[in-house]
Nanobody, 126 residues
Framework: QVQLVESGGGLVQAGGSLRLSCAAS????????MGWFRQAPGKEREIVAG????????YYPDSVKGRFTISRDNAKNMVYLQMNSLKPEDTAVYYC???????????????????WGQGTQVTVSS
C-alpha cells in the first residue's frame, strides 16, 4: 500500500508555470506506475500525465502535450508535474495516483489506479 500527498498548487496567471509534487510513502514506490489526473467542477476526472516505473515511458493527452512534463525520482519516492504555458481551462483539482498492477507502461484509465492523493487546487486566471 502507498500513501500519496500532493503539494505545489496555487493561483497563477495564464501563461505562467507551476510545479506539482507528490510524495509517496512506502518502500515499494518504484513498483508503481504513476499518474496525474485533474477534475474541474462538473467534469469527470481525466488523466493529464502518466509515467512508467522506471520513468522511461510517459503519456500525455493532446490537451497538455508539449506543456506538461511528468517525472519521478524513485530514490526520493517523489513524482512531479511541471506545468508550463498554463491556460484558464487547466483550472482544476490535481490528483496524484498510483497503479500497482506492475504494468510496463503507464495506464490511461482512471479505474486502473488504485491509490489517490487528496488533491491540490490549481487555478489559472485569465
Amino acid at each position: 500500500q502507498v500513501q500519496l500527498v500532493e503539494s505545489g498548487g496555487g493561483l497563477v496567471q495564464a501563461g505562467g508555470s507551476l510545479r506539482l509534487s507528490c510524495a509517496a510513502s512506502g518502500r515499494t514506490f518504484r513498483t508503481y506506475t504513476m499518474g496525474w489526473f485533474r477534475q474541474a467542477p462538473g467534469k469527470e476526472r481525466e488523466i493529464v500525465a502518466g509515467i512508467s516505473r522506471s520513468g522511461g515511458l510517459t503519456y500525455y493527452p493532446d490537451s497538455v502535450k508539449g506543456r506538461f512534463t511528468i517525472s519521478r525520482d524513485n530514490a526520493k519516492n517523489m513524482v512531479y508535474l511541471q506545468m508550463n504555458s498554463l491556460k484558464p481551462e487547466d483550472t482544476a483539482v490535481y490528483y496524484c495516483a498510483a497503479d500497482d498492477a506492475y504494468r510496463a507502461y503507464p495506464s490511461r484509465g482512471r479505474d486502473d489506479y488504485d491509490y489517490w492523493g487528496q488533491g491540490t487546487q490549481v487555478t489559472v486566471s485569465s
